[in-house]
């Protein structure tokens, strides 16, 4: 009987949170020690499977420790910095750009409905894309606008909306530089 991946990786990821950094480094040695035997039989295949997983999840939980240490002394790497160039240009786009524009654009018929509570924001509604519902989506302008449908769910900003039906569009960073080019805004380097 196999165990699945996600099972051992969860298995792993616990175990490896309730170590100390001393323990996690010492387990560390030991895993890439069984990983590096050329012995086919020690530990095994299932072993072997067994200790990459925990590699994997030791390595993990090291860096999440590592980042979360970071953070607190204030002290931001590359990566943490280019996440949030990203993040606040997503936020950013997401504030200019008009989603009942955004779907009217990717071919979607909205119906005008009434303003609505959000300041500057006419409601319309409009089939959903996702489950055919004829007049269940909800879709709000103005800033920050967002589309939602009462029947399945299914919800979207502009970045979401550019992913699901914009064609180049399905990552989030492609999404955001799609939405930047039509704000005019400048998109962050890697």
Same mark, same amino acid.
């Given at each position: 009987m196999s165990v699945p991946d996600d099972f051992l990786s969860r298995d792993a990821k616990a175990e490896a949170k309730h170590l100390s950094v001393d323990a996690l480094l010492s387990w560390r040695d030991v895993l890439t020690a069984d990983l590096a035997d050329d012995d086919p039989d020690c530990p095994g295949p299932a072993g072997r499977h067994l200790a990459a997983e925990r590699r994997r999840a030791v390595d993990a939980e090291i860096a999440r420790r590592d980042r979360l240490s970071r953070i607190g002394r204030g002290v931001a790497s590359p990566a943490d910095r280019t996440y949030e160039a990203w993040?606040?240009?997503?936020?950013? #786009?997401?504030e200019r750009a008009d989603v009942p524009d955004l779907m009217a654009a990717c /071919?979607? #018929?909205?119906?005008?409905r009434s303003r609505n509570d959000r300041p500057g924001g006419p409601e319309y509604s409009a089939a959903?894309?996702?489950c055919g519902g004829t007049d269940r989506l909800c879709v709000w302008g103005g800033p920050n606008g967002r589309a939602w449908c009462r !029947?399945? /769910?299914?919800?979207?900003?502009? #970045? #979401?909306?550019? !992913?699901?039906?914009v064609p180049g569009c399905e990552t989030f960073r492609d999404a955001v530089k799609w939405l930047a080019s039509v704000a005019g805004e400048a998109v962050p380097r890697d």
């Open positions: 993040r606040d240009l997503a936020r950013v #786009v997401s /071919g979607h #018929v909205l119906t005008a959903c894309p996702v !029947q399945c /769910g299914w919800s979207a900003d502009a #970045v #979401v909306l550019a !992913q699901s039906f």
